[in-house]
């Protein structure tokens, strides 16, 4: 189910796309031109909207429908492209800037054209720092040959892209703490509605994508809605640069159409090539930390929003974590809600004290080795409390891993407490807390 | 010399980014950080004057933003990632052989105030790991048996890196050759595909056990170590 040319991850085709002139060569900015000497916004608008791309940055929201919500006749808008890439299993965003930049610079300018945007931020997770002087790069090359600035290509268009990295905080990730973040302040979620559309950054209408989503667009615009849609599945059109990581032989980015089936993606010599040292699969995570596991019962699940739900999960950000029967549930679960209880921005307490509580727990339970049977009752309500009471996903997201780790390997946790030998069910003291 | 006489022109370019100064407080955290080390209060309050921002409001955000340090940190901060995926594909072997080499324990500085040791989140750079950033370069398939090498280099560049700042206004990637040694990723360099070992089957397949208590501090886990990717 190979791709014969691929739509985002283009340095398989071109090796050395991420040069300005080779990129050009090989029609680059030329789908920006065309938009806007002969297309107008909403022309543009129109065509996403056809096209069926769906946001890839976890929701997969239709990114054409999101720019419809947009408030006739309200200026300044503002483009913000989310590049925080943070959350456990995800590192695709950070290959399309090393590889591919001058893609996503002519995607944000293209949808800052469609959405009439004059500024655009590109706010990338403060760890890439030296993707960030890529893209700077890239945006100054872009400046030079005029395709950016003031009254761009003759045209009464103009448009400024800044990088604004952020700082360490996966918080930043969602839409709205990134819009506050971008303002200056701690990351700490906005309550929604209103929508980012209508009231985002600096409480102007604001459209925010994903980096990966919006290196989508200069190839629709090239190559048209019916090329496009010729890729994937009716609901899940175009491809999916899937993360894969884990306890597979070739861990990395794939960019395969939508609707490839799990095994192909791990088990292919050309992707995944197959588990290490040929152990079985024990428990598969398909779209980043939040998404709730599946197991080896699951490898025919098509990769498509639809059917990755269908299989009690979601497709999220399109990274697949698969790790084999040497790790234990248990731990995976801690050391998963270790990093939602680390980058919770303390805002709500379901979640601030929630993820604490599911931690500490856990932790006295899979590194301490004291666990007791009243323990598991005690992180089934943790996480029943927290669920659907949280102000953002963070929070919900934390339910994932220890409800998944529940309810399809209770027989570790009661192993754990039958393990546990230096107590009577006593009260045991919490010894060590991180 | 304050930041403002310093960095004038930076500064102003940065504040113009933007339509609201608050906004400039990341980037603007980000120079003082490099110019002093780390944030002194001194730096904190240049900071707020220059926004016109009451100076709590710089202590909150450098409180919550994890990449600022209000306390001196070595010359190089070592932040490895201890993630899902990465703690089963070989990091909690690398954090033990870097505490035992520098010893020192994480959040702890050595001595000589050259190495900083972090735990961190997830670097997105699963596919490489185990992974560290040193002061936001990215090394990559830093294996145990790689520490020495990897150390020695940061030795030999810590003027460069003093220089530097640990802002990462000029970091770079580096990655392991198979033979072992260090290199530096060439940024706007074309693609060139990766090479992998695929690990042939163990013979015989052991079934699976119900617990898998060890899986966390498995020090003998070969399998899960990556082929370096050159
Ligand atoms: C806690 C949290 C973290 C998130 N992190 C990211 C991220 O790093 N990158 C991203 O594109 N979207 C992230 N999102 C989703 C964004 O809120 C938003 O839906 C997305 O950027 C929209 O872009 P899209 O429509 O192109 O997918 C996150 C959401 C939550 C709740
Ligand atoms: S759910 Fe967590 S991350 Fe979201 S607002 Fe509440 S405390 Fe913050
Ligand atoms: S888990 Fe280590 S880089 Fe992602």
Redesign the interface.
């Given at each position: 189910m190979g791709l014969s040319e691929h739509i985002v991850m283009r340095?398989?085709d071109i090796?050395?796309?991420?040069?300005f002139e080779v990129y050009r060569r090989h029609g680059g900015w030329e789908a920006y031109r065309y938009a806007l000497t002969e297309k107008t916004p909403a022309d543009i608008v129109q065509m996403v909207k056809e096209s069926g791309l769906r946001g890839r940055g976890g929701a997969g929201f239709p990114t054409g429908i999101k720019w419809g919500f947009l408030p006739k006749g309200v200026y300044p808008r503002y483009l913000l492209c989310n590049c925080d890439?943070?959350?456990?299993?995800?590192?695709n965003?950070?290959q399309i800037i090393?590889?591919n930049p001058h893609q996503l610079i002519e995607g944000v300018a293209l949808s800052a054209y469609a959405i009439e945007a004059e500024?655009a931020y590109i706010y990338m997770?403060?760890?890439?720092?030296?993707a960030a002087?890529?893209l700077e790069?890239a945006i100054a090359q872009a400046y030079a040959a005029g395709f950016l600035g003031k009254k761009i290509l003759g045209t009464d268009f103009n448009l400024?892209i800044?990088v604004?990295?952020?700082?360490?905080?996966?918080i930043c990730g969602e839409e709205t703490a990134l819009m506050e973040?971008?303002?200056?302040?701690?990351?700490q979620p906005r309550l929604k509605p209103p929508f980012p559309a209508v009231a985002g950054l600096?409480g102007k209408p604001t459209i925010i994508n994903n980096v990966e989503t919006l290196a989508n667009v200069p190839r629709i615009v090239e190559k048209g809605v019916a090329w496009y849609r010729s890729h994937g599945t009716e609901k899940s059109p175009g491809t999916k640069c899937f993360?894969?990581?884990?306890?597979v032989?070739?861990?990395?980015?794939y960019e395969l159409p939508f609707g490839v089936p799990l095994r192909e993606l791990i088990e292919s010599?050309e992707y995944g090539?197959?588990m290490?040292?040929?152990?079985?699969v024990?428990i598969i995570?398909p779209g980043g930390?939040s998404a709730p596991w599946l197991t080896a019962d699951h490898l025919d699940v098509p990769l498509d929003y639809e059917s990755v739900a269908a299989a009690g999960s979601m497709l999220g950000s399109g990274?697949v974590?698969v790790?084999?029967?040497?790790?234990?549930a248990p731990?995976?679960a801690y050391?998963?809600d270790e990093?939602f209880k680390?980058?919770s921005?303390g805002k709500c307490t379901p979640c601030r004290e929630g993820t604490h509580w599911l931690v500490r727990v856990l932790h006295r339970m899979?590194?301490e080795g004291h666990a007791t049977a009243a323990d598991i009752d005690t992180l089934h309500s943790i996480y029943r409390q927290m669920a659907g009471n949280c102000f953002c996903l963070l929070g919900e997201s934390a339910v994932m891993p220890i409800k998944s780790a529940l309810a399809l390997f209770p027989?570790?946790f009661e192993?754990?407490v039958k393990?546990s030998s230096r107590h009577n069910g006593h009260h045991i003291p919490l010894m060590v807390h991180r | 010399m304050t930041l403002l006489e310093t960095h004038q022109a930076e500064i102003e370019a940065i504040v113009a980014?933007y339509?609201?100064?608050?906004?400039?407080?990341?980037?603007l955290?980000?120079l003082a950080q490099d110019t002093y080390g780390y944030l002194t209060d001194e730096a904190i309050r240049e900071v707020a004057t220059i926004?016109e921002?009451p100076a709590t409001?710089v202590y909150?955000?450098v409180g919550?933003?994890?990449?600022?340090y209000n306390r001196p940190v070595g010359t190089w901060v070592l932040?490895v990632c201890d993630?899902?995926?990465c703690?089963?594909?070989g990091a909690e072997e690398l954090i033990a052989a870097l505490k035992q080499t520098l010893g020192i324990h994480e959040d702890e500085t050595t001595p000589d105030g050259m190495f900083t040791l972090q735990r961190?989140?997830?670097?997105?750079?699963?596919?490489r790991?185990p992974v560290l950033?040193a002061n936001?370069?990215?090394v990559y398939d830093v294996t145990p048996d790689r520490v020495q090498t990897l150390l020695n280099d940061l030795r030999s560049r810590a003027a460069e890196a003093r220089k530097r700042g640990v802002?990462?206004?000029?970091?770079?990637?580096y990655e392991f050759t198979r033979d072992g040694r260090l290199v530096q990723i060439e940024?706007?360099?074309?693609?060139?595909?990766?090479e992998?070992?695929?690990?042939?089957?163990?013979q015989p397949?052991t079934p699976?056990?119900?617990?898998?208590?060890e899986?966390?501090a498995?020090l003998d886990?070969p399998?899960?170590r990556?082929a370096s990717p050159l």
């Open positions: 340095e398989l090796p050395d796309i991420a040069d890439e943070s959350e456990p299993g995800t590192f965003n950070h090393d590889k500024v997770r403060g760890e890439f720092a030296a002087r890529t790069r400024d800044y604004h990295r952020g700082a360490g905080a996966y973040s971008l303002e200056g302040k701690i990351g600096y993360s894969l990581s884990g306890h032989n070739r861990p990395g980015n010599p090539g197959g290490k040292g040929g152990r079985p024990k995570i930390a990274a974590i790790l084999n029967d040497t790790v234990s731990h995976v050391k998963m990093f680390h980058e921005c899979v590194e027989h570790e192993a754990l393990q | 980014r339509a609201s100064k608050r906004s400039a407080v990341l980037p955290l980000y926004l921002l409001d909150e955000v919550f933003y994890t990449l600022f932040q993630d899902v995926p703690c089963y594909c961190v989140k997830c670097l997105a750079a699963c596919d790991a950033q936001l370069d990215y802002s990462g206004r000029f970091a770079e990637d940024r706007f360099s074309p693609y060139r595909p990766r992998f070992v695929i690990e042939p089957p163990a397949a699976p056990p119900s617990v898998a208590p899986a966390d498995g886990r399998d899960t990556k």
